[in-house]
Each structure stands twice: as structure tokens, then as C-alpha cells.
């Protein structure tokens, strides 16, 4: 009864019912229009993707796959850098989004437990003018008790490349030649392709994982928002790698 429930909550949800809508309209059409079943069945299928489990394993798993977490070791890092990764403005306050608070998680704990400065970059929000991202997660890692001396910002920085240059700068007025990059595993490879234009040894450290690492099950091939997020997230990746490939090379 349990499983039944969450099948039918699936497809009751709006993408689940989307999906329902485009399979019967494309049924309808079928006898009439055949070439325009087609495509609508076609629309149909990646829009089932791209809202199932089973997408995360095409679009989200390679990309997250393509650097893993490394062995610490205290002697061969100078400072970790969190990249920026969004902020909620709520009612009373500013917060940041599940994305960034996981990587200054990650970044804090590094810092703690190779007892080297923390790098936060990441300026204002589109549209926003209030408070840059970089400034929001000061306030989270201090909070972990790691000191405000060792906490240096970038408030500049407006995208994933303008994260690496401002980082780079940093690292040149510092003496910092070899860092720790950290940021969400799906948007690594990106970050990794504008680190590696400036002359600076990086470790990438990925964390925040949106592909879920569990057996395949039945759960995979239902539609639910979470794998949507993920997928849409992947897109975003991908279209940005494209874009900074055909932008710097």
C-alpha cells in the first residue's frame, strides 16, 4: 500500500501529470498527424528523463564522476577556496541556498583540519544589491569557529570564472601556490576549466552531490522534483562548459 502511494503521489505531481498530458496527446494526434506524434512522444521521453532518477544516472553522474574527493595532507595546501553557490533572501535575513551551505560546510572543515586560511569568492546576486554571497559565508564559517583572520573574501566575483581570476589574485598577494578547490560535484568540471588558465596548482574537492549513489530501484523511474533539480543543474553545466570552452580557448 506504502509503494502504491508514493507511485501515484509521483504522477499526480505536476511533472508527473506534464508527462501524462504530452504521452496522451500523443495518442490523440497519432492517426491524424503522425510525424507530429512523433516529436510530441519524442518531447515526451526527455521530458521523463530529465524528471526521473534515470536521467541523473545520463546527465548528472558523469559530470560529478569526473573528479573524486583526494587524501588530505596538511604539507601540501595553502589555503581552500569555497565557491560562491547562491543565497535565499528571507523575511529577517539572508541565508545560503542548500548548494553553498554544504560547500561552506566542506570548506570549513578543511580549512579545520589542515589548519590553512579559507578563500570564500562569490559577489552579489543578480539583480540583488543588498550583500555578496562571499560575505554570507564568512558569517556561516565563522560560525563553525574557525577565526575571522583566517577568512578572506572576494566580493567581486560574478561568475565561475570571475571566481578563479579573483582567487588567482588572491593566491599571487598572499604566496598561496597550491589550493583546494571546492564547490557542488556537478559544477567541478567547470570550475576546474577556469582554474586551469591561471598559473596556480588546484586540487579540486567536490562535494554537495546531487546523483543519488544507491542501488537502482523502482523510486528511480518515478518522477520526483529532486531529480529534476539535478538534471537542470547538469544543463546548466554543460551549456556553461560549451560556452567558457568556445569564450577562453
Known amino acids: 500500500m506504502f509503494v502504491l502511494q508514493k507511485i501515484l503521489s509521483s504522477w499526480v505531481m505536476p511533472n508527473g501529470l506534464l ?9 490523440i494526434v497519432i492517426k491524424k498527424q503522425k510525424f507530429l506524434s512523433v516529436v510530441i512522444f519524442l518531447i515526451t521521453f526527455i521530458t521523463y528523463l ?31 577556496v569555497v565557491l560562491g553557490g547562491g543565497i535565499v533572501f528571507g523575511p529577517q535575513r539572508i541565508y545560503l541556498n542548500p548548494h553553498a551551505l554544504q560547500r561552506a560546510y566542506t570548506g570549513a572543515w578543511l580549512a579545520k583540519e589542515l589548519n590553512i586560511p579559507v578563500i570564500v569568492t562569490g559577489g552579489e546576486s543578480p539583480g540583488r544589491k543588498e550583500i555578496s554571497e562571499a560575505v554570507v559565508m564568512k558569517e556561516v564559517i565563522e560560525n563553525t569557529g574557525i577565526e575571522s583572520g583566517k577568512i578572506i573574501l572576494d566580493t567581486n566575483a560574478r561568475n565561475t570564472c570571475e571566481n578563479a581570476l579573483y582567487t588567482y589574485e588572491i593566491c599571487k598577494k598572499n604566496g598561496f601556490k597550491n589550493i583546494l578547490v571546492v564547490t557542488s560535484a556537478v559544477h567541478m568540471k567547470r570550475a576546474m576549466k577556469c582554474f586551469e588558465r591561471f598559473d596556480i596548482q588546484v586540487t579540486p574537492y567536490p562535494t554537495d552531490y546531487k546523483y543519488d549513489y544507491s542501488k537502482l530501484s523502482w523510486v528511480d523511474f518515478m518522477p520526483n522534483p529532486q531529480a529534476l533539480d539535478a538534471n537542470l543543474s547538469a544543463f546548466h553545466e554543460l551549456i556553461g562548459i560549451i560556452w567558457y570552452s568556445l569564450r577562453y580557448r
Open 19 to 27: 508527462i501524462i498530458f504530452l504521452l496522451a496527446l500523443g495518442f
Open 50 to 80: 530529465i524528471n526521473t532518477g534515470i536521467g541523473t544516472y545520463i546527465f548528472v553522474k558523469p559530470l560529478e564522476n569526473a573528479y573524486e574527493e583526494i587524501e588530505l595532507n596538511a604539507s601540501n595546501f595553502d589555503a581552500v
